[in-house]
Nanobody, 120 residues
Framework: QVQLVESGGGSVQAGGSLRLSCAAS????????MGWFRQAPGKEREGVAA????GRTTYADSVKGRFTISPPNTLYLQMNSLKPEDTAMYFC?????????????????WGQGTQVTVSS
């Protein structure tokens, strides 16, 4: 069983930066994928960035060049040049298959989320 705890969310003005953290505990396979997802009110959960144990990364087009995911032990998501449309609850996710993917159904373990609010 893997437990994931996110932190680092908050409120920021457009153009600002935030760094989200995801601490993992419990059994983590040496082969894994981990990702960041977000969900805004009334919208479906969408993949933002993912990384696997081989160091491969993938990003949603909407965040390329602005967000950077870094590998665990603590999984980080550095978010720069934030926009109001980045406002959402952000979730960390993990799975044991080492292929970085942005599909939510590809992940077995989820954190509780951290809120990010970007004002214009």
């Amino acid at each position: 069983q893997v437990q994931l705890v996110e932190s680092g969310g908050g409120s920021v003005q457009a153009g600002g930066s935030l760094r989200l953290s995801c601490a993992a505990s419990g059994y983590m396979n040496s082969r894994y994928r981990m990702g960041w997802f977000r969900q805004a009110p009334g919208k479906e959960r969408e993949g933002v960035a993912a990384i696997d144990s081989y160091g491969r990364t993938t990003y949603a087009d909407s965040v390329k060049g602005r967000f950077t995911i870094s590998p665990p032990n603590t999984l980080y998501l550095q978010m720069n040049s934030l926009k109001p449309e980045d406002t959402a609850m952000y979730f960390c996710a993990a799975d044991s298959i080492p292929i970085a993917m942005l599909r939510a159904d590809a992940y077995a373990y989820w954190g509780q989320g951290t809120q990010v609010t970007v004002s214009s």
